[in-house]
C-alpha cells in the first residue's frame, strides 16, 4: 500500500507488475490489532474502503459481487440449509447475505480477529444490519480449533470468507483444514471458499480444488466473477460438494420468498460454471 499526498490508496501486485488505486479524501480509521492492520477511508468514487494490512477487503461500491457470489451459489446448491458456519466473514457482508435465505435456523461466525467486526459496525453498519438476528452467534476464535472440536456432520454449508493465503487464514487453505470441514458437514454437506484471482493466481485454485478432493469431496467446481477492486479485477470462488451434483441448483426465489440480490441470479450462478479454456487446462493439467 502507498498513499502519494495522502490522495491515493495503492494495493500493489508486485509478482505482476501491476497496482490498483483510489483516490481518497481522508482516512476514517487506522488501528493494529493483535493480527493485523486496519484501515478504513472515505474514497473518491467507492464510498469507504477497508484494508487489511495494505490490502483492499472491501469497497462500498462493489462488495455486494464478492458477498452475494460467496453464499447463494452454496445455499442454493444445498437442498435444505438450515446450519451454517461462516468462518471468517469479520465484515459480516457474508452473514447478511445468508440470513436472507429464511430455512437458515442458525449461522455461527468464527473470526479470529474481533476488531475486523467491530470496524465493521462503525463504518459499513448496512454490511452488519443482520448482526442482531436472533440466528446470528459470533465467536471470536481460531477457526482451524473450531473445525477440529466441532461434531461430525455439524453444519450444512461452510462458507470460508478469508482473506489471502498469508499471515491468520494461511491455515484455511490446506488439506488438513478441508478434511475436517468434510467431516464437519452433513451428508449433503456444500463448502464453499474465496479463492483467488483466475488471471494471477491459478497454481492456488489448482492447490485448493486438489486438496479439496484429498479431502474426500466428491465434486468440486470453481465460480468466476468480476471484482474490480481486487487484483487482476477478476476473482473466484470454489465450492465443494459430499454428494450433490453441483451442477444442480434450486432458482432464488421461491412461492414463499423473494430474496433480493443486485448481482446474484440463476443464469449468473450457471454462468460463474462455464469456465475459460485455460482455467480447464490447468485445472485438468497433472503436475
Same mark, same amino acid.
Given at each position: 500500500?502507498?498513499?502519494?499526498?495522502?490522495?491515493?490508496f495503492t494495493e500493489e501486485e508486485p509478482d505482476y507488475?501491476?497496482?490498483?488505486?483510489?483516490?481518497?479524501?481522508?482516512?476514517?480509521?487506522? !488501528?493494529?490489532?493483535?493480527?493485523? /492492520?486496519? +484501515?478504513? @477511508?472515505? &474514497?473518491?468514487?467507492?464510498?469507504? *474502503?477497508?484494508?487489511?494490512?495494505?490490502?483492499?477487503?472491501?469497497?462500498?461500491?462493489?462488495?455486494?459481487?464478492?458477498?452475494?457470489?460467496?453464499?447463494?451459489?452454496?445455499?442454493?446448491?444445498?437442498?435444505?440449509?438450515?446450519?451454517?458456519?461462516?468462518?471468517?466473514?469479520?465484515?459480516?457482508?457474508?452473514?447478511?447475505?445468508?440470513?436472507?435465505?429464511?430455512?437458515?435456523?442458525?449461522?455461527?461466525?468464527?473470526?479470529?480477529?474481533?476488531?475486523?467486526?467491530?470496524?465493521?459496525?462503525?463504518?459499513?453498519?448496512?454490511?452488519? !444490519?443482520?448482526?442482531?438476528?436472533? /440466528?446470528? +452467534?459470533? @465467536?471470536? &476464535?481460531?477457526?482451524?480449533?473450531? *473445525?477440529?472440536?466441532?461434531?461430525?456432520?455439524?453444519?450444512?454449508?461452510?462458507?470460508?470468507?478469508?482473506?489471502?493465503?498469508?499471515?491468520?487464514?494461511?491455515?484455511?487453505?490446506?488439506?488438513?483444514?478441508?478434511?475436517?470441514?468434510?467431516?464437519?458437514?452433513?451428508?449433503?454437506?456444500?463448502?464453499?471458499?474465496?479463492?483467488?484471482?483466475?488471471?494471477?493466481?491459478?497454481?492456488?485454485?489448482?492447490?485448493?480444488?486438489?486438496?479439496?478432493?484429498?479431502?474426500?469431496?466428491?465434486?468440486?467446481?470453481?465460480?468466476?466473477?468480476?471484482?474490480?477492486?481486487?487484483?487482476?479485477?477478476?476473482?473466484?470462488?470454489?465450492?465443494?460438494?459430499?454428494?450433490?451434483?453441483?451442477?444442480?441448483?434450486?432458482?432464488?426465489?421461491?412461492?414463499?420468498?423473494?430474496?433480493?440480490?443486485?448481482?446474484?441470479?440463476?443464469?449468473?450462478?450457471?454462468?460463474?460454471?462455464?469456465?475459460?479454456?485455460?482455467?480447464?487446462?490447468?485445472?485438468?493439467?497433472?503436475?
Amino acid at each position: 500500500m502507498s498513499e502519494n499526498n495522502k490522495r491515493w490508496f495503492t494495493e500493489e501486485e508486485p509478482d505482476y507488475g501491476s497496482s490498483f488505486s483510489l483516490s481518497i479524501k481522508e482516512k476514517l480509521h487506522d !488501528e493494529q490489532s493483535p493480527y493485523q /492492520r486496519i +484501515e478504513v @477511508y472515505e &474514497t473518491g468514487h467507492f464510498g469507504r *474502503l477497508m484494508a487489511i494490512d495494505g490490502l483492499i477487503m472491501l469497497t462500498d461500491l462493489d462488495n455486494f459481487i464478492y458477498h452475494e457470489m460467496m453464499t447463494h451459489p452454496a445455499l442454493l446448491t444445498h437442498p435444505a440449509p438450515e446450519k451454517i458456519l461462516i468462518v471468517g466473514g469479520g465484515d459480516c457482508g457474508s452473514l447478511r447475505e445468508v440470513l436472507k435465505h429464511s430455512e437458515v435456523k442458525t449461522a455461527h461466525q468464527v473470526e479470529i480477529d474481533e476488531r475486523v467486526t467491530r470496524v465493521a459496525e462503525q463504518f459499513f453498519p448496512s454490511l452488519c !444490519e443482520s448482526n442482531n438476528d436472533p /440466528r446470528a +452467534e459470533f @465467536y471470536f &476464535t481460531d477457526a482451524l480449533q473450531w *473445525l477440529k472440536e466441532s461434531e461430525d456432520g455439524a453444519y450444512d454449508i461452510i462458507i470460508i470468507d478469508s482473506t489471502d493465503p498469508i499471515g491468520p487464514a494461511l491455515g484455511l487453505f490446506s488439506e488438513s483444514f478441508y478434511r475436517d470441514c468434510n467431516r464437519c458437514l452433513s451428508a449433503n454437506g456444500v463448502l464453499i471458499a474465496q479463492s483467488e484471482s483466475p488471471l494471477f493466481h491459478m497454481p492456488i485454485i489448482k492447490s485448493m480444488q486438489e486438496a479439496m478432493h484429498t479431502a474426500g469431496f466428491t465434486e468440486i467446481a470453481t465460480l468466476q466473477f468480476p471484482q474490480c477492486s481486487y487484483p487482476s479485477g477478476w476473482w473466484s470462488v470454489t465450492m465443494a460438494c459430499k454428494e450433490k451434483n453441483i451442477h444442480s441448483f434450486r432458482k432464488l426465489a421461491s412461492d414463499s420468498t423473494v430474496i433480493e440480490t443486485k448481482y446474484y441470479n440463476e443464469k449468473v450462478h450457471a454462468a460463474a460454471l462455464a469456465l475459460p479454456n485455460f482455467m480447464l487446462t490447468s485445472l485438468t493439467t497433472k503436475n
